[in-house]
């Protein structure tokens, strides 16, 4: 029997092996790709937050101007990172659970050079002046359907790989990115056919574009990284699911009330009366899917302290994890229509919900995915635990100062906004010191993510240090088997009574 086992495990090993090999370019270009663009988000939201309390600064300069500076900035985070780094993590675990390696890494390759191609033209055509004026959607239109393109050879060879797993459990992290796949293309080709080939009244494209931002919140990046926590919580701490049941209400509840949010941003615009309504309404009850994921994945990880203490793949996941909990909390607050939505409806508050949703959650998730892959795929381990320390402390603190900065700064400033005996300057002047501040944490995260790209573009290099024992674990050494170059005993189905833990 233990001879049996001996095998089988030897088998698993060299199929694990295999399938991090042939992944190993694509998985490494998108992760590598998407932090250089994140450097550069964070570059030009610090010129872009600067520019809100010293709007002087750079002035002479026309591509530097707020108005194409800041949404570069935006575009840049979600189309150079946050896909990027989305994309990176999809291919590598839906190859781990379909257990099958991959045959097209050139295919994949192509369309990651051809992505960020498309982001590259995208964002010279926004600071030369050329951008929509819509947001999430500022590119120039020729660059949607390059972007889609791209996208599409992604999907079919995902889809492609999920068909040939071998028959049996389908786990909930393959739902979670199954359905993100699915969802993006509805909400992407439909926003950009409306607004860009047939395009309407300007009221209701500014409630399209409402619903398209909304849409790519919470029906891809949030499945993404719900479906990305499903499998660390479980593979790092060696525990299964806490509950199966729980993960699939917060699932469907997701795919139920998710696609109706977004409209609330149109409150008072001549548009049909119940549509910002049903959009708040929408945005308030997705606490009930989102809660219930992220409760059952920090009991899933708490199940561990051990581990918790020691493994920085599930450090910065439960960071991401309890941002989304403040994300949930945050999208309540700011979405009732009869108190403070109307406060922050034109404020900088927007902007922090839209930050913390992306950096706060989704961002911090994928750095805990990065920190777990990318050993396997290079088969070396990182090089400095320090660099993660930094990178870990510097993210957290700046992100926390911006986003709960610019939601408390927004509902100050539409306190001034909606005052109508005072002067306009006042909001102004209410939002000053959080702007200042804004731009003091942006520094802090631009520092720590210099040291990200710098240290994950040597393991790229396979310049990271050969080791026997897992990644930096070193209060859980004895609770876990040793694996040359993962965070634990790297097995991806436990046995029947562990199905859903991956």
């Known amino acids: 029997m233990s001879s049996a086992n001996t095998t089988t495990s030897d088998q698993d090993a060299l199929l694990r092996a295999g399938i991090d090999r042939s992944l190993r370019h694509p998985v490494m270009f998108f992760l590598t790709s998407g932090a250089a663009w994140l450097a550069v988000s964070i570059v030009l939201g610090i010129l872009a937050s600067a520019k809100v309390h010293s709007p002087e600064f750079l002035a002479g300069c026309s591509w530097l101007t707020y108005g194409r500076v800041f949404p570069a900035h935006i575009n840049a985070l979600i189309y150079g990172w946050g896909f990027q780094a989305a994309f990176g993590v999809l291919i590598w675990m839906m190859a781990r659970l379909s257990r099958k390696e991959c045959t097209a890494a050139g295919m994949i390759l192509a369309a990651g050079h051809i992505w960020n191609l498309g982001v590259s033209l995208g964002l010279v055509g926004i600071l030369a002046g050329f951008g929509t004026g819509m947001p999430w959607m500022e590119f120039p239109a020729f660059a949607w359907p390059v972007l889609l393109f791209s996208y599409i050879a992604i999907l079919v060879w995902s889809f492609i790989q999920f068909r040939v797993r071998p028959a049996g459990h389908v786990y909930i992290s393959q739902w979670y990115f199954l359905a993100a796949m699915i969802w993006f293309p509805w909400i992407y080709i439909t926003a950009n056919t409306l607004l860009h080939c047939l395009p309407g009244h300007p009221v209701m494209a500014n409630g399209i574009n409402a619903w398209f931002k909304s849409g790519v919140i919470f029906l891809f990046f949030t499945p993404v990284a719900l479906g990305t926590a499903y499998y660390l919580a479980p593979k790092v701490t060696g525990q299964p699911v806490h509950s199966y049941s729980l993960a699939r209400v917060g699932f469907w509840s997701l795919a139920l009330i998710a696609p109706w949010a977004g409209m609330q941003k149109l409150l008072g615009a001549p548009i049909p009366y119940f549509l910002p309504y049903v959009g708040a309404a929408a945005t308030v009850l997705l606490f009930v899917p989102l809660i219930t994921a992220a409760l059952n994945i920090l009991r899933t990880s708490m199940s561990s302290p051990e581990t918790l203490a020691a493994s920085p793949s599930l450090r910065f996941m439960i960071a991401g994890i309890t941002g989304l909990v403040v994300l949930v909390v945050a999208g309540v607050v700011l979405n009732l229509p009869g108190s403070t939505l109307p406060l922050t409806q034109f404020s900088m508050s927007g902007y922090g919900f839209e930050i913390l949703a992306i950096y706060g959650f989704f961002s911090f998730v994928m750095f805990g995915a990065v920190y777990f892959i990318v050993p396997r795929v290079t088969r070396r381990e990182w090089l400095s635990r320090r660099l993660m320390k930094i990178h870990?402390?510097?993210?957290?603190?700046?992100?926390?100062?911006?986003?709960?900065?610019?939601?408390?700064?927004?509902?100050?400033?539409?306190?001034?906004?909606?005052?109508?005996?005072?002067?306009?300057?006042?909001?102004?002047?209410?939002?000053?010191?959080?702007?200042?501040?804004?731009?003091?944490?942006?520094?802090?995260?631009?520092?720590?993510?210099?040291?990200?790209?710098?240290?994950?573009?040597?393991?790229?290099?396979?310049?990271?240090?050969?080791?026997?024992?897992?990644?930096?674990?070193?209060?859980?050494?004895?609770?876990?088997?040793?694996?040359?170059?993962?965070?634990?005993?790297?097995?991806?189905?436990?046995?029947?009574?562990?199905?859903?833990?991956h």
Not at 433 to 461: D, E, G, K, Q, R
Not at 466 to 486: C, E, K, M, N, Y
Request: proline share 5%; hydrophobic share 45%; aromatic share 14%.
């Open 392 to 501: 870990f402390l510097f993210s957290v603190y700046g992100i926390l100062t911006v986003a709960l900065i610019a939601l408390f700064g927004g509902l100050q400033q539409g306190i001034g906004q909606e005052d109508w005996q005072q002067p306009w300057q006042s909001a102004a002047t209410r939002a000053y010191p959080y702007a200042v501040a804004t731009t003091i944490a942006w520094c802090f995260i631009l520092f720590s993510n210099i040291f990200f790209f710098l240290h994950l573009a040597l393991m790229w290099l396979r310049l990271g240090r050969r080791s026997s024992h897992p990644t930096l674990l070193v209060a859980a050494h004895d609770h876990h088997s040793a694996s040359p170059h993962g965070e634990e005993g790297d097995i991806d189905n436990a046995g029947p009574g562990h199905m859903p833990a």
